[in-house]
Protein backbone atom coordinates (compact mmCIF):
# COMPACT_ATOMS: atom_id res chain seq x y z
CA UNK A 1 0.00 0.00 0.00
CA UNK A 2 2.96 2.04 0.45
CA UNK A 3 3.75 1.89 -3.23
CA UNK A 4 0.72 3.02 -4.10
CA UNK A 5 0.80 5.66 -1.94
CA UNK A 6 4.27 6.66 -3.78
CA UNK A 7 2.78 6.53 -6.83
CA UNK A 8 0.19 8.60 -6.03
CA UNK A 9 2.48 10.63 -4.45
CA UNK A 10 4.74 11.12 -7.74
CA UNK A 11 1.56 11.56 -10.27
CA UNK A 12 1.10 15.55 -8.98
CA UNK A 13 4.65 16.14 -9.29
CA UNK A 14 4.22 15.66 -12.85
CA UNK A 15 0.98 16.81 -13.59
CA UNK A 16 1.71 19.22 -11.58
CA UNK A 17 4.60 20.84 -14.10
CA UNK A 18 1.95 20.10 -16.95
CA UNK A 19 -0.44 22.68 -15.27
CA UNK A 20 -3.50 20.10 -14.74
CA UNK A 21 -3.91 21.54 -11.11
CA UNK A 22 -7.30 19.68 -10.30
CA UNK A 23 -6.07 15.95 -11.08
CA UNK A 24 -2.47 16.96 -9.59
CA UNK A 25 -5.12 18.24 -6.38
CA UNK A 26 -7.02 14.44 -6.18
CA UNK A 27 -4.25 12.59 -6.94
CA UNK A 28 -2.18 14.46 -3.76
CA UNK A 29 -5.52 13.82 -1.88
CA UNK A 30 -5.40 10.08 -2.66
CA UNK A 31 -1.59 9.73 -1.97
CA UNK A 32 -2.25 11.32 1.53
CA UNK A 33 -4.70 8.93 2.41
CA UNK A 34 -3.01 6.14 1.63
CA UNK A 35 -0.25 6.61 3.41
CA UNK A 36 -2.36 7.39 6.49
CA UNK A 37 -4.14 4.26 5.64
CA UNK A 38 -0.71 2.09 5.32
CA UNK A 39 0.95 4.01 8.33
CA UNK A 40 -2.31 2.67 10.70
CA UNK A 41 -1.82 -0.54 9.41
CA UNK A 42 1.73 -0.53 10.40
CA UNK A 43 1.40 0.93 13.64
CA UNK A 44 -1.49 -1.72 14.03
CA UNK A 45 0.60 -4.64 13.15
CA UNK A 46 3.74 -3.25 15.14
CA UNK A 47 1.68 -2.89 18.86
CA UNK A 48 -0.46 -5.99 18.55
CA UNK A 49 1.06 -9.35 19.68
CA UNK A 50 0.91 -11.99 17.63
CA UNK A 51 -0.21 -15.48 19.30
CA UNK A 52 3.00 -17.11 19.33
CA UNK A 53 4.01 -14.59 21.49
CA UNK A 54 1.40 -14.69 24.26
CA UNK A 55 1.79 -18.62 25.17
CA UNK A 56 4.13 -18.35 27.95
CA UNK A 57 4.38 -22.08 28.57
CA UNK A 58 5.32 -22.86 24.90
CA UNK A 59 9.32 -24.00 24.56
CA UNK A 60 8.79 -25.10 21.07
CA UNK A 61 10.68 -28.21 19.45
CA UNK A 62 14.15 -26.59 19.76
CA UNK A 63 14.00 -26.66 23.16
CA UNK A 64 15.13 -29.98 23.42
Do not use: C, H, K, Q
Not at 10 to 22: C, N, S, T, W, Y
Amino acid sequence: MLRWATIFFVIPLLVAVVGLGDFAAGAANIAFVLFLVSLGAFLATFFVRSPEETEEGYEGEWSR
